[in-house]
């Protein structure tokens, strides 16, 4: 599973008009190779030092996204970034599957949203897509109608999604659009409720989908972006916060357990899940001392040292970081068979580190609902 570095600004494909390439062959599919890159917003400057340039790559997301990534460009004209349009605040419909500005003398078209990121620096543009109601394939095969006319190979299509269209209802109807797409497809979960792989029948779907897609990679996505590539996904993006690991619903918040605690959620990479600092304190080392972490910005310090100041969230979110390069860089050269056989004894071995924690601490260290079900389904 090997990364290919491109650097240099967009452009137009080769070829003359009815050329229909393949996802896997477009310069944007070489460009992000196999990376699982991060997505960040108002950490995005902060975060970018800490890239591995070889196997990752950064996304902004924000409102100020195009002016954080022109900062950034100067001092690290090698890193694969991307911005992440703001379009996810609406819903898509058959005549408005993008946010384009369409009011003034000359409206706004997908070719100019695409060159503005890439004139900004970005390596790979994205489409500004809105969100897509479940069942909806009116709206979501007039955008990929949109997509299929660009005669250019510099982009993904995002596809922000109902957690509905994994749904057995939907999700066939789902393959067949994707499969359509001339240009590598990015799925964004959207839910404001959850986690919208807890839903019943979501995981099953989303394996589905990354099985039958020609090129296609999870975006916004958490641990569930290694359970993808081990079903065929080409690349994806893991989001720094738990609000950019997935999509809120347009015109709700995203869910929170707890919004009064703002201690991080940390990533705990033998048990395959996230964990609030203060859980750990309270829940798991209240009375026997913390696990540890070597990783260089823990440097064998208490796994849930972290307090809900910015600095300390950054250091948590930069382990995280850290530990989802880790993985990758474990599955580097390996074939699809080769990653699935890999992220099976993952799976596998988080019993051996749950019992293994539950023994020392003598405190009761559930799987996740996620990791249950991967099992379950392996």
């Not at 090129?215 to 079903?231: S, T």
């Not at 996904?233 to 809120?248: K, Y």
């Not at 996230?274 to 209240?286: E, G, I, L, P, V």
């Not at 580097?332 to 019993?351: H, M, N, S």
Request: charged content about 25%; some cysteine; aromatic content about 6%.
């Amino acid at each position: 599973m090997s990364t290919e570095i491109i650097t240099g600004s967009g452009g137009r494909p080769p070829g003359g008009i009815g050329t229909a390439p393949n996802p896997a062959d477009t310069r944007a599919a070489k460009r992000l190779g196999t990376r699982v890159l991060v997505v960040a917003s108002g950490e995005a400057e902060a975060t970018a030092p800490h890239v591995d340039p070889v196997v990752s790559g950064l996304v902004i997301a924000g409102a100020v996204a195009h002016r954080t990534l022109r900062a950034l460009r100067k001092n690290y004209p090698d890193l694969v970034m991307m911005i992440e349009p703001t379009s996810t605040s609406v819903w898509a419909t058959r005549e408005l599957p993008f946010m384009l500005d369409v009011s003034g003398i000359f409206p706004e078209g997908l070719d100019d949203v695409l060159d503005a990121q890439l004139q900004a620096g970005a390596t790979v543009a994205v489409t500004p897509t809105a969100v897509f109601q479940a069942g909806d394939s009116d709206a979501m095969k007039a955008a990929l109608e949109m997509v299929n006319k660009l005669k250019r190979d510099d982009f993904v299509f995002l596809l922000p999604i109902h957690y509905r269209w994994l749904d057995k209802a939907n999700i066939k109807q789902l393959i067949a659009i994707i499969k359509r797409s001339q240009h590598p497809v990015a799925i964004a979960l959207v839910d404001s409720s959850s986690n919208p792989l807890e839903h019943a029948g979501a995981i099953p779907g989303y394996r589905r989908l990354f099985e039958a897609a020609s090129w296609a990679m999870p975006w916004r996505a958490d641990l569930g972006a290694f359970d993808a590539l081990a079903h065929g996904a080409r690349a994806a993006v893991i989001g720094q916060l738990p609000s950019l690991r997935r999509i809120a619903l347009p015109g709700k918040g995203g869910f929170s357990s707890d919004k009064s605690d703002m201690s991080p959620h940390v990533l705990l990479r033998k048990l395959l899940r996230y964990r609030r600092s203060s859980k750990m304190q309270q829940d798991w080392f209240a009375s026997a001392a913390p696990e540890t972490c070597p990783c260089p910005h823990c440097g064998g310090r208490a796994i849930d040292r972290f307090n809900g100041s910015d600095e300390q969230r950054l250091e948590a979110h930069l382990h995280n970081l850290h530990e989802t390069t880790v993985m990758r860089r474990e599955i580097d050269g390996y074939t699809p068979e080769q990653i699935a056989a890999w992220w099976k004894q993952r799976l596998l071995d988080v019993e051996y580190e749950r019992q293994a924690l539950k023994g020392r601490i003598g405190v009761e260290v559930n799987l996740t609902p996620d990791v249950k079900e991967w099992l379950r389904e392996s």
